[in-house]
Structure formats: C-alpha cells, structure tokens
C-alpha cells in the first residue's frame, strides 16, 4: 500500500461494515460517488470529482472497485490500498464528451464484470457529484437492475471515530488554532479583507512546526462589516473599517480531516448590541456544550442552546451545528446527525460534531463555533482557543 | 445593485440570451443549478452551493429568480442584481433534512408560482450539485410538468467573453505569474510540499499591489516525484529531493475569473528523458497556438499539437484543453468546447481556452500550459511567463 493514512485494517472494516449494512438492506451492491465516502473505503485522495468517478462495494466481491479516469489511475495506485485489478478507467474521450459517451457507461460495464446488473444498486441519490444524468444514464444502460437510494449509508459509518482519525482531528485543530491567530492579527482597519484572507490560507496550509495543512473542504469564511447578516461570503478588496464586525470561520485539514472554528472580531470599540448579542452566543454554547454526555440526543443538546438564548429574548431557528470529519469541497459535514429539533441522533463515545450557532442579524451577525468530540463522560473541544468577541 | 462586478445591462443580456435559447428549444424555462451560470445570470456569489439552489429563469418573467436557504438570502441581496421578491428562500429545516422535505419541494412551489409547472422545463441534467435526487424530487412534485435536459445550454453562452470579463481574466493572469514565481522561488531540496503550496497559495489571495484574489475553483495541484504521474494529486508533507520532477497548476482568480497557467520544474539536473519531454511539450504549445485563429476548429489546433509530438514518436490520447473562465469548485472548464479529436466547435475572437498539454508517463510528468484568449488574428496568451522546464 502506498500511502499509510491509516493500516489497511482499518479500511477493510470500514468495507466490512458496509457490506454489513448492504446486507441488512438487501442491497447487492452500492455506488460510491461522494469523494470522502470513496476514500474512507478505499484511501483515494484527488481533487478529480469534477468528473464522475466512484468506489464500489458488491456484498460478494471481496475489495472495493475505484472507476475513474484513465489519467487519475496513477492517482489512485499512489493514494488506495487497492490491488492494481480493482482501479478501473475509463478513456478520456469519456469527459465532457461530445461523443454520447458517459462515464456511467463504463461504470455500468463494471457493474456487469461484478455480476450485479441484475440487482439491487444501492446509490447516494443526493450526493454532491452523482448527478441527475449519472442516474438516468445508468438506468438506461442496466434495464434489469433495481436502483434503490441509499444516501448516507457509507455516511452514518463515518459518524464513530476511530483514535486515529480523532488524532487527525486534533492535528487539524492545531491548524486551526494558528489559523485563526492569524487571521485575528491581520484584521485591522484599513487593511483589505483579502490580506486577512491570505495570512489565514498561508497558516492553514504551512501548518504547525511539525505538520503542513491540507485544502480545507470549505474556504475560510470572513463576511464583515454589512455582510455579516449572511455567512457564506468571502473576502472581497474592501478595506476593514472601524465599525466593522468580522465573522471567521475556518479549518485546519490533514489527510482530509477537519476542525473547524468560528470567531467574531471587531473593528474598533463594539456596540452594546454586538458585545450582548456575543456573551449570549458564549453562554448559550457553553451551556449547550455541557450537557453533551454519551446517550444524550442531539435534539436536547439544541434545546438548551435554545432555552439559554431565549432568556435574554432571542430565537434562532437554524439547526447549530452537525456531525463532521472527512470531506472535500464542497462540504466537511457528514449530512446525517444535525443538532437541531427533532434529530433524535444518540451521541455516542467518539462522535464529532461541529457545534456552531451564529446570530445573523439583518444588521450584524456574531457566531462561534467549537469542534467536539464525544467522550465517556461529556464534550472535549478540540480546539483550544478563547471563547469571546475579539476586538481589532 | 449593491456589486458592480458588472453593469447590470451585461446582465439583462446574459438573461435576454438565455430566453432567446429558452424559446429555440421551446422550452418555458430553465432551471439553472451550477454555481457559474447562477453567478452569470444573477451574479450571486456565495460559498452556500453544499445545500441545493438555483436561478430560474422562464420566458416570460422578466428577472432571473434566485432559490436558496434562508440565511444565504442576505448573500443574496448583496451579490445580485434582482428585486426582492425574486429572492426565494427555504426554511432551514429543508436543509440535510430528517422531516422528508427536500429544497426541491420549494423549487417546485417556486416553479408553480412562475406558472411554468406544467411547461417544459430544462435541467442541468449533469451539473455538479443536481443530483439525481433533486431531479426525481422535481418529477413528483410536478408530474404535469415536461424536464427536458438542457445541459450546458447556459455554459455555451459563457464561451464568449464580453470585455469585462476579459479584463477580471487579465488581472486573474497577473495574479497567476506572482503565485507561479513564489512557487518555483519556494521548491528546493529539503523544503516541505506544504510550504510551497502555502507560499502559492498566500500569493493567490494576495493578488498583486492593486487588488487581491479569489479562491480558485480547484486548489494550486502540485505532485511532485513519484506523484507526477498523474495529475490530480495535491501536496502532503513530503520533503522535495534532488531528482524530483514538480508539476505546478493554478490559477489567479478575480470576482471568480480564472487564467490558469501550468509549469514544470525538475530539483537539481534534469536527465535527458525530463529536459527532452519538456522541449516537446513546449514545442508541442507553440506550434498548436499558431494555428488558433478564428475560424479554426479545436479538433484542428488538437491535430497540431498531436503531429508535431508525434515527429518525436510521443502519442497522447487525452484532450489538450477547453473553455473556461468563470467557475466555482469543483472546475473552472465550462464543459462546452474541447480541443480534442471530434470537436468540431469554431474557435471566434473572445473565446478563451486554457491548453494544457502534459505528457504524464509513469516514471515522470511534465506539463505546461497557457490559457489565451481568439483575438482577430490568432492567440493571446494571458500570462506572460517563460515557457520552458525550470530548475530549482
């Protein structure tokens, strides 16, 4: 094996436990096309999912199947554990193709060498990458199989962590941490938004003294002054002002693993209503923070975020937070565990989440955020860095 | 209008374009789902494309109309030229949602509403992010409605550049040598991957002494040694060593223009192989950007490039480039023209391509590209960088 992110044992469980849940599901098989689930089965690590590309699982073949592009095969020889018979390419005439050509034609090929075109396929209906075309592709190529939609089954597996990928987690919150220290020492008035920008990209991808950054699966995210009510702008040439509140959201990375951290700064003295709005933010989720313990569920974690804020008079309607870990662009959340009314997910020992509940105003926002993990006995932020409104 | 990226009358012809094709292929509207043509249409500028969105535009509502989720509709406002009703918003609870309701749901009240949900409809059948979910998400919940595939029908428009976008493509150029410099300035022996990934990417957000970057749409690739065998692997914490051949592609970024430019440098002497690989390649461009012109077909600057590498007995079976420009992650191509065998579009002054001809062996790679631009006359390559195999 080439790389060794984790030993191959670790993946031939993750395998096995998916075959476990093709089982339980009668599937015969399933179509991996979401980038992190296809390298949490088999280590494939490229930035080539803007083309379509997947990993499959079939209950009776013993290893994964990678089917990508000719030219990322070497991709794949350098970065799974797979053997050399198991990565399958497609021809580039296959891309972007004016010849009525799709890569789901060749997919469906190695669906047929699997002996499973007659069965049921489980595939990820409303991941990112698995288009619409994709679907009706392969439907129209493999009359006798049975589609069925198994979003997020590989997903839910990622929801426990291993030690190891918690040890990746704790790197990148060391990442993060510089990141943001960073970014805090560059924000000041009258330097432009794209200067703080690149002093938290060059932390995040050099690292610490030990260790480099990977790409983050999301940009840093840094609305300020007017944008603030909204959370997914990026930097622009406009200079800081005083007066300006700056929301920061970032992540460290490594070996696609994430932690990400949230924190508000201003420019200048902040307004009552912003240094309130700030301590509500900071009350609320510490105390949703505590009562994090194995067997409570994600729901009542949200409502006492909820109840702490609404003592002081403030709704907020937004899940805050969801389960993360592995991932690429254009997302590091899983998509399965969200903390928000109604999700009635247990938290488990060696679960992760994102906890991060913003107050976005029409006229500012303040948000905050921790990355935690599960323990025996409560929440263990994996960043260590403080928790309050910066002023710059 | 709050940006003035463009003037809002580029716009109005970008959607009066889009209805004029909407009524050739008698379609009564489109639903447009990747990040550029949503940014083309409407100039929405977000990273909110991990939860599902559109523009919709029908031929006979006058604006464009932007769907997205409720805490982005700020983004909205201060990105796009729309009204204020034509910004639709979903609840949160649509959002990775346990309660069975899909953001599609929305769209389709949205597409009723517009009194086209018993027209025909156009999708984006194999855009990134509309996945085969959204797509029968649609069909149940307007089964009186006709979906049509119409793929790429914005991205064709895209393929001609208005003068603006020419200009934000010229300063992503700039900005493209400086990172260029600074990564070829940080690889020697001994130096982490990481760090010169981190010097680039510092450079790209930097941008120059007038104005800073966006991110790009796909992160600076860089495998090195062994890995440039292949294209699409990123950096890791390897040490550079004397021996490695480095393969650098990026791109500068402005208000999401790309100007991608690729070179290759070798750590310490190249061997004869490397130094003659590179002199094809280079040799192999240039006589391929003699023939643009407009007029030209890409299958015909392709067949350039093939015949004069085959002088040298070297065969490559991949495309050599395509159309590009604006662009959101995972791609800055537009998916539309190729240069490759069989595509038989015509190149026209204000066309921009970006030629990447690398010959990736499995000992060792090296590529090297230009993006350019069809003039009157021939090709203007946008970046004005030494063409040639660097040392470090």
């Known amino acids: 094996m080439p790389q060794d992110v984790f030993p191959r044992s670790e993946y031939e469980s993750r395998v096995e436990r998916t075959k476990e ?21 088999a280590g494939y690590d490229g930035w080539s999912f803007y083309v379509h590309q997947a990993v499959v699982v079939t209950r009776d073949y013993p290893e994964p199947v990678w089917v990508g592009r000719d030219m990322d095969r070497n991709g794949a020889r350098a970065t799974t554990w797979l053997a050399e018979e198991n990565m399958r390419a497609y021809s580039d005439d296959h891309v972007h193709s004016p010849y009525d050509l799709h890569p789901m034609d060749f997919l469906a090929d ?13 595939l990820e209906m409303d991941a990112s990458y698995f288009t619409a075309k994709s679907y009706t592709r392969l439907q129209s190529q493999l009359p006798n199989a049975e589609f069925v939609d198994a979003d997020l089954l590989v997903n839910w597996l990622r929801i426990h962590k291993s030690d190891r990928e918690i040890a990746y987690m704790e790197e990148a919150a060391r990442i993060s941490e510089e990141a943001m220290l960073a970014g805090l020492d560059a924000i000041e008035a009258g330097v432009p938004e794209y200067e703080a920008a690149a002093a938290i990209y060059d932390r995040l991808v050099r690292g610490t003294d030990e ?4 790409y983050p699966a999301i940009v840093p995210l840094m609305p300020s002054g007017d944008h603030t009510g909204t959370p997914h702008l990026t930097w622009t040439d406009r200079e800081f002002e005083e007066g300006d509140p700056v929301l920061i959201e970032l992540s460290g990375c490594r070996h696609r693993y994430h932690s990400p951290l949230a924190r508000t700064t201003f420019v200048g003295d902040p ?32 409502r006492e975020w909820r109840e702490t804020i609404a003592k002081y008079g403030v709704e907020k309607e937004d899940r805050i937070g969801y389960s993360m870990g592995l991932g690429y662009p254009p997302d590091w959340g ?14 488990e020992e060696g679960m992760t989440f994102h ?3 913003g107050l976005w105003e029409d006229e500012f926002g303040v948000e ?13 932020t994996l960043a260590d860095f403080p928790r309050r409104l910066f002023t710059a």
Chains 1, 2 share one sequence.
Not at 368 to 380: I, M, W
């Open 334 to 347: 899983e998509h399965t565990a969200s903390i928000r009314p109604g999700d009635e997910t247990v938290m």
């Open 110 to 122: 190695v669906l047929e060498d699997l002996e499973v075109d007659g069965g049921r396929i489980g």
């Open 355 to 357: 906890m991060i509940p």
């Open 271 to 302: 307004p009552d209503a912003v240094q309130e709005t700030a301590d509500i933010v900071v009350e609320g989720i510490e105390a949703a923070l505590d009562v994090v313990e194995p067997g409570v569920t994600c729901e009542r974690v949200e």
């Open 211 to 214: 260790y480099g950054g990977d």
């Open 21 to 41: 849940r093709l089982h339980e599901r009668d599937l015969d098989a399933i179509v991996v096309s979401d980038p992190a689930n296809m390298n949490y089965l």
């Open 368 to 380: 905050l955020s921790e990355t935690f993990r599960v323990t025996s006995t409560g929440a263990e």
